[in-house]
C-alpha cells in the first residue's frame, strides 16, 4: 500500500493520505458511483430496439421537449435578470439590500414541495397574481407557462451568485480608463464589463439550466401534468415506475443524464477554453 | 466603494434597476413565501395548530429529523475525509475525484431515488436477496435515508475543499515538526480552522437533507405515518384538498428555510475572510 501509496502521490509529513482517501473512494463509489452505473447497466439491458422504443416515444419525446425547453426559457430569463440583480446589489445603496442579498438563496433553501404550493396558490385562476391574469387571458397555473414559472423560481440564485464575485472584484481602474478614453456608459458596459463577466455568467446560466432540467418538487403542482402537453421528463420517469415499468422509467433516465452530463461537459471545456484565452492575452 | 461619475449610472436609471429587481425578487421570492403563511393561518391559529398536532404530521416531523440526523453526519465524515485528501496531498486524479463528487449535483433528484429502487428494490439487484432475508430498503426508512445521502453527498465537501486547500497546509507541517500526532493536528489546527466553513456546509447539506423532495418521494412508498418525511406529507395534504393543513406543515419547512438563511448570512458577515474561498469557490 505504502509503495502504491508513493507512486500515486508526491511524499509529506502529514499523515492519513490512505485513510481518508480509502474511506473517500468507498463513499463515493458506494453511494455515488455503483448506484449511478446501475442505471446504465440497466439501461444496456435493455436492447438497443427496445431502448430506443421506450426512450423516444412520442410521449418520451414531448416530455423531453418541456423540460429542456422549458428549462432554457427559464435559464435565459435568469440569465438576464439575474445578472441585472447581481448588479443593483454590488453597485448599488438602498435600503433593506443585506436582507435582499440573504433572501437570493431562498430557492436552495425552501424545500420544493413548499415552494411548489405556494407557486400554484398565487398563479391560480383564484390566486392573487392568477385571478390578475386570468382576465387578460395568460394563464399560468396548469400550463406551460407554469412550468417555466417555477423552473425561473428553482433556477434563480444561480446565475445571481455566480456573477456577483467576480463583479465585486472587478477593477474600476479599467471602466474609467474606458470612460476617460471617450467610451460612453454602455459601450464600456458592453465592451468592458460584460466580456469580463462572461464566465460567470455562462456557469450560472449552465447550472441554473441543468437544475431547471432535472427539477419536480416545485414543478409537479403547478404543472398540470397532462401527458405530452405539461408533462416533464422526471414525473414520466415516476410515472413508468409506478406502473412497474423499470425498463422505462431507466430508459428515460439514462437519456435525460447522458444530455445533462454533455451539455454540463461543452460548456466546461467551453469555460476552459475562454478562460485560457483571457489569461494568454 | 468608489462613487467615481464614470462607474455610476444617472439617479433614474439607478432607481429604475433597483426597481426591476425588487419587483422579480418581490415576485419569484417574497411573494411565495408569503403564502405559505397567510395560507397557513388563514383559518385562524387554532385551526393551524390541530393541522400540526395531527399524529402523521408528528411522524412526519420525526421521520424527517432521523432522516436528517443520519444523513448529515455521514456525509460530515465524508466531507472531512475527501478535504483532508484532497487539500492536503497531491496526487494523480485529483480533479477527476473532485468532478465525481460534484456529480449528485447535475442528476435530477428523480433519478437519485430511480437508482436506489433499481439496486434494492423488488425488480432490482439485490431485491430478491433482500426479500429472501426479510429486509426492506425501498418503501421503508432506509431507501430515504440512502436517497438523502446520495442527493446532499457533495454539500459538505464541496464548502471544506477550497476552504482545506487555500488555508494550505504549513500550520499542519510546522505541528508535525513539534511532535504532535496526526489527531492533534486534526484536532488544534485543522478543525479549528475550517469550522466556520463546516458549519456553513452542515447548514446547507441538513437544509437539503430535510426538504428533499424527489429523491425521497420514489423510494418512499408513502404510507402514512411510517415512509412519510414532511416534504411528502405536504404533497400529500394538498393533493386531498386539505390546503390549510399543507401549508401548515409547510410553514415549519419554510421556518427552516429562514432560519438556514438567517445563520448562513451571519455566518458570510461575520466570518467573511475565513469564508471567502468558499464563496468564491
Known sequence: ????????????????????????????????????????????????????????????????????????????????????????????????????????????????????????????????????????????????????????????PFVVRSVQPVLEDLESEVEEAAASLGASRLQTLWLVVLPSLLPALISGFALAFARAVGEYGSIIFIAGNMPGQTEIAPLLIIIKLEQYNYAGATAIASVMLIISFVLLFVINRLQHWRQSRMEGR | MTSNSSRNEPLLVRGLLILVALTYLGLFLGAPLVTVFAEAWAKGPEIYFKALGQADSLAAVRLTLITAAIAVPVNLVFGLCASWAIAKFEFRGKSLLMTLIDLPFSVSP???????????????????????????????????????????????????IPLMQEQG?????????????????????????????????????????????????????????????????????????NFVAAFAVATLLAALALVTLVAKSLLEWRYAAELNSVKRA
Open chain 2, 169 to 241: 497546509r504549513e500550520e499542519e507541517e510546522a505541528a508535525l515538526m513539534l511532535g504532535a500526532s496526526g489527531w492533534q493536528c486534526f484536532w488544534h489546527i485543522t478543525l479549528p480552522n475550517a469550522k466556520w466553513g463546516l458549519m456553513y456546509g452542515v447548514l446547507l447539506c441538513n437544509a437539503r437533507a430535510m426538504g428533499e423532495f424527489g429523491a425521497v418521494s420514489v423510494v418512499s412508498g408513502h404510507i402514512r405515518g411510517l415512509t412519510n418525511t414532511m416534504p411528502l406529507h405536504v404533497e400529500i395534504l394538498y393533493n386531498e384538498y
Open chain 2, 110 to 160: 428523480v433519478i437519485s431515488g430511480l437508482v436506489f429502487v433499481l439496486l434494492f428494490g423488488l425488480q432490482g439487484w439485490f431485491g430478491p436477496f433482500l426479500a429472501e432475508h426479510g429486509i426492506k430498503l425501498i418503501f421503508a426508512v432506509p431507501g430515504i435515508v440512502l436517497a438523502t445521502i446520495f442527493v446532499t453527498f457533495p454539500f459538505i465537501a464541496r464548502e471544506l
Open chain 1, 1 to 156: 500500500m505504502s509503495v502504491l501509496a508513493h507512486r500515486l502521490r508526491e511524499p509529506s509529513v502529514i499523515p492519513g493520505f490512505g485513510i481518508t482517501l480509502g474511506v473517500t473512494l468507498t463513499a463515493l463509489s458506494l453511494v455515488v458511483l455503483i448506484p449511478l452505473s446501475a442505471l446504465f447497466l440497466k439501461a444496456a439491458g435493455l436492447g438497443f430496439s427496445d431502448f430506443i422504443a421506450t426512450a423516444f416515444d412520442s410521449r418520451a419525446m414531448a416530455a423531453y421537449g418541456l423540460s429542456f425547453g422549458a428549462a432554457l426559457v427559464a435559464a435565459l430569463v435568469n440569465l438576464f435578470f439575474g445578472t441585472l440583480v447581481a448588479w443593483v446589489l454590488v453597485r448599488y445603496r438602498f435600503a433593506g439590500k443585506r436582507i435582499l442579498d440573504a433572501l437570493i438563496d431562498l430557492p436552495f433553501a425552501l424545500p420544493t414541495a413548499v415552494a411548489g404550493i405556494a407557486l400554484t396558490t398565487l398563479f391560480a385562476p383564484n390566486g392573487a397574481f392568477g385571478s390578475v391574469l386570468e382576465p387578460l387571458g395568460i394563464k399560468v397555473a396548469f400550463t406551460r407557462l407554469g412550468v417555466i414559472l417555477a423552473m425561473i423560481f428553482i433556477g434563480l
